[in-house]
């Protein structure tokens, strides 16, 4: 190919700027995940006590010892704060973003398919990354291995060379101390080595890699008990929490229904290109086929279908009829010559978009706001509580804010529940407590076993009209998101 031209140069770097903006935008959400305040109140703990194996923000029973899956994230996000402040938080996960994005392009390029068409479905995967990237999940560190691995398995498959796979152990060791979704990885190696066996070329290094990854994972804080919580954790049914819906209670439900629907088209994508392809792949139907079936399940896994999506489908697209996109570049070049013009003014429109939409800070919006979103919190409930003289003892609150409120006001404060589940609280504690947020039967039965000064519920919680009818409560504060009960007979001050 004859060298590019200046302008063919501009318009190429212009052309690329297009969709990365374009993505960036899309992932310029402000308001907080509910986890990012149990991350920064364990970093806060490990870096002023020393490591805490038993949970302090909890005042109904816990387990022994506190086996937090998403440790490691708590330990850099605290210190990252206090440093730069959201800012730093939010850079990170821009960087995350961008690590994914390039990992599925390059392991897509390494199979052959031409940069077009890598780099449409690698845009494809980043305008859906905002499904998994809310600032700032530990999730987004398992998405940017699990990319990383995708890119080095597909090398290694491509020359056969050791040296792709030497670097996957101690990224595993890394992985499996922010996030449990390390088993997101083991799997994936464990199916390369599967779609090996059919080639009979390469199975023992990539049994070797996956040996050598699963080992590294008892290298943490918990040892065995890390994996005896994670065997437990797979199997728990999580029914009150919307991401770990399936497709089809999604779609009944109407929550997160457009991820479900927008799912279920790319599966039916994929299924029809896998059928004409004209060569059978065991790894790559493999590494689609469990991905998609995981998406199904839980569309909490559905950024894993997304990224083996992006990462596959191009070159089984083209299925070896490249795109090239010099000859086709050069020609706009020359005959349209406004276009570099054109394309910068939109580029510069959308740089302009990113920087007013404040992507630098992560927010608590308060729920009793007008338009407050699914990520708000009961801001001036909690600033009625401090006002009164009543923000202190045992707080039953709503489960998204549990872990907001440990981060803000503990040692003050004690919560009954919150969104760490599994990893901190038995399982005959939160099936009560979800009885109880769901007004089910014996609802009453954990005020009675685990008695709270205080309860702050949200307006969508179906327990508020039973609990306004018991003579034992007294609504106080109603907000347009939240309602706030004291005891009745309790003085104000």
């Not at 080639?199 to 050598?212: I, T």
């Not at 990224?307 to 570049?329: R, T, V």
């Not at 927010?363 to 919190?377: H, V």
């Amino acid at each position: 190919m004859p060298p590019r031209s200046t302008r063919e140069k501009i318009l190429l770097a212009l052309a690329v700027a297009v969709p990365a903006l374009l993505v960036a935008g899309r992932l310029a959400i402000t308001a907080a995940d509910f986890d990012l305040w149990g991350y920064l109140a364990f970093g806060r703990l490990f870096w002023r006590q020393g490591f805490p194996y038993k949970d302090v923000f909890a005042y109904t029973p816990t387990l022994t010892p506190w086996v937090y899956h998403e440790w490691l994230t708590g330990v850099v996000y605290y210190p990252l704060l206090t440093a730069c402040g959201m800012a730093g938080i939010q850079a990170l996960r821009y960087l995350a973003a961008a690590g994914v994005c390039l990992g599925v392009f390059a392991a897509s390029r390494v199979r052959r398919a031409d940069a077009v068409t890598s780099g449409l479905f690698c845009f494809v995967a980043g305008e859906l990354l905002v499904i998994g990237f809310a600032p700032a999940r530990a999730q987004i560190f398992t998405y940017l291995f699990f990319a990383v691995f995708l890119w080095r398995l597909e090398a290694f498959r491509a020359d056969g060379k050791w040296k792709r796979l030497g670097w996957l152990p101690l990224m595993m060791l890394v992985w499996a101390n922010l996030h449990g979704g390390f088993l997101a990885g083991l799997g994936l190696v464990g199916l390369y080595a599967a779609g090996a066996l059919q080639r009979r070329r390469g199975v023992f290094p990539l049994a070797a890699c996956g040996l050598a990854c699963a080992l590294v994972t008892l290298v943490n804080p918990y040892g065995l008990d890390y994996w005896t919580y994670l065997l437990a954790a797979i199997r728990l049914p999580r029914p009150d929490v919307a991401e770990w819906a399936s497709v089809w209670r999604a779609i009944g439900l109407g929550r997160l229904a457009v991820n479900a629907w927008i799912l279920l088209g790319m599966a039916g994508l994929t299924a029809f290109f896998l059928v004409k392809r004209r060569h059978r792949d065991l790894t790559d139907l493999l590494v689609l086929g469990v991905t998609a079936w995981m998406a199904m399940g839980h569309l909490r896994h559905q950024i894993f279908f997304i990224l083996a999506f992006a990462a596959l489908l191009p070159s089984i697209f083209a299925d070896g009829k490249g795109i090239e996109a010099g000859p086709a570049l050069s020609r706009l070049a020359k005959r349209y010559r406004w276009l570099p013009v054109a394309l910068g003014g939109f580029v510069a429109a959308l740089a302009v978009n990113f920087v007013l939409a404040t992507p630098w800070r992560i927010t608590a919006p308060d729920c009793d706001a007008p338009g407050a979103g699914d990520f708000s919190y009961p801001v001036g409930a909690v600033e009625w509580l401090r006002e009164h003289g009543r923000l202190r003892g045992n707080v039953l609150a709503h489960f998204n804010w549990g872990e907001w409120l440990s981060w803000n006001e503990y040692p003050a404060v004690k919560v009954a529940m919150d969104g760490r589940y599994e990893t901190v609280y038995p399982r005959p504690v939160h099936e009560a407590y979800f009885r109880f947020i769901n007004a089910g039967p014996g609802w009453r039965d954990f005020l009675e076993a685990y008695p709270p000064d205080v309860i702050l519920l949200s307006i969508h919680d179906p327990v508020i009209a039973a609990l306004a009818a018991d003579p034992g409560w007294r609504l106080v504060r109603r907000g347009r998101g939240s309602l706030l009960f004291v005891r009745a007979g309790a003085g104000e001050r």
